[in-house]
């Protein structure tokens, strides 16, 4: 179409042109424009000549959508943050659990060496009471020989008074 045969005022212009536009083209931009969806002046220019050229029910369309986007937005941002604070406090969590179960492991082993000190101490103790055992054992047989001895002396030294007894008892005779 060639306009230069159209008067040329603005007035005339902007109406004709707003005659030529449709309400779910503008809708859709508006809704564009609150969602904040842009990227610079050559983008909008672009996507002005693009809206333009959609078809109504598709404007429409993408003009609800559009209008969504801002809630939807906020709800992924909402989310995203929770998801964010739960592994932040997951991460507190683990970070107290390794340090319990360094405090945990480091308790051990100051278990584990008592324990080990109080095995060999009571090995030695064991060891030392078996050599006692051994000692008093020893002592023991040793009484028990001169026990012996003794008793064996006392019975040959009896037999020797009686024998003598008797050699005196006939020699009175």
């Known amino acids: 179409m060639d306009f230069a045969a159209l008067p040329h005022d603005g007035e ?8 030529c536009l449709d309400v779910g083209v503008l809708r859709l931009a508006a809704a564009l424009r609150a969602a904040e ?4 002046a050559e983008a909008e220019a672009e996507a002005g000549e693009i809206l333009a050229a ?18 939807w937005t906020r709800k992924r941002r909402a989310e995203a943050a929770e ?15 390794r340090e319990a179960t360094e405090r945990a492991a480091t308790e051990a082993a100051g278990l584990s060496e008592r324990i080990s000190a109080a095995n060999s101490e009571n090995r030695r103790e064991e060891r030392l009471d078996a050599e006692r055992r051994r000692e008093r054992r020893r002592e023991q ?20 008074h009686d024998r003598l007894s008797k050699m005196l008892n006939k020699v009175r005779k």
């Open 141 to 160: 047989q040793d009484i028990q020989r001169q026990i012996e001895k003794k008793e064996l002396q006392l019975r040959r030294e009896t037999m020797e």
């Open 83 to 97: 998801r964010r604070a739960a592994a932040e406090a997951a991460r507190r969590r683990l970070e107290g659990l």
């Open 12 to 19: 005339s212009f902007r109406a004709r042109h707003s005659e």
């Open 54 to 71: 959609l078809p109504s029910p598709v404007a429409a369309r993408l003009a609800e959508v559009a209008a969504r986007l801002p809630e």
């Open 37 to 40: 969806v842009n990227g610079g």
